[in-house]
């Protein structure tokens, strides 16, 4: 994937590091009270939406960070997933946030963004929505301090993941992102990001 990286309006970027790693490190991220995102656009249609594979170590978690409150809302770790879909579902509120989005930063807000993250104390398999719209949802795919400092692998089936945390199905997936951030909770966090890799649904069925 060719990442770029993107910058949130009024905030300090995360600095993102591609320079003498080890693999299996790809990226190094490092946060202080910063929040930024490194991303790849990609176009898979539905039909075609397979399985995700990323890794990455984080080697301390974000003291009082909590995704469900506004304020706290901070992770050391996420690769977050971008999906197209019908606009006109929109709540009034969500299409006010888009509107708003979209006169910010010249980008209308995804229809819906799933998250993969770390959480400092929710269980594996929880799913957090977002404290500002439903249209944004993380799920755990790891907790607590028991595997800090270690790598980290992960897979997951995209459309299952989207199903569950969104009860839809899904659309187009239209872009990638990995993200490191302590803004809310004006801390620091860093993080190491391995490869990331999308399957096809029709790689995964020769694959089994």
């Known amino acids: 994937m060719f990442w770029e990286h993107y910058r949130l309006p009024g905030k300090k970027p995360t600095q993102y590091d591609f320079a003498a790693l080890q693999a299996p490190a790809q990226v190094r991220a490092r946060s202080d009270g910063s929040a930024s995102m490194l991303r790849a656009p990609v176009q898979v249609r539905p039909d075609d939406l397979g399985t ?8 301390a978690l974000i003291t009082n960070a909590d995704m469900g409150r506004r304020e706290a809302d901070d992770a050391p770790a996420r690769l977050v997933l971008a999906f197209e879909g019908d606009r006109s579902r929109f709540s009034a509120k969500d299409a006010l946030l888009s509107e708003l989005a979209r006169a910010i930063t010249g980008e209308e807000m995804p229809y819906a963004t799933l998250m993969y993250v770390w959480c400092n104390q929710r269980p594996v398999g929880s799913v957090i929505a977002h404290p500002r719209t ?3 949802k993380a799920i755990v795919v790891e907790s607590g301090h028991k595997t800090l400092g270690q790598w980290r692998h992960y897979q997951r089936d995209v459309a299952a993941d989207y199903r569950k945390a969104f009860q839809e199905a899904p659309g187009t997936l239209v872009g990638v992102a990995l993200m490191t951030d302590s803004d809310n909770t004006a801390s620091t966090a860093t993080a190491l990001y391995g490869a990331v890799h999308l399957r096809s649904s029709a790689e995964e069925s020769t694959a089994h």
């Open 134 to 136: 439903d249209r944004i």
């Open 52 to 59: 995700v594979s990323f890794s990455w170590q984080v080697p």
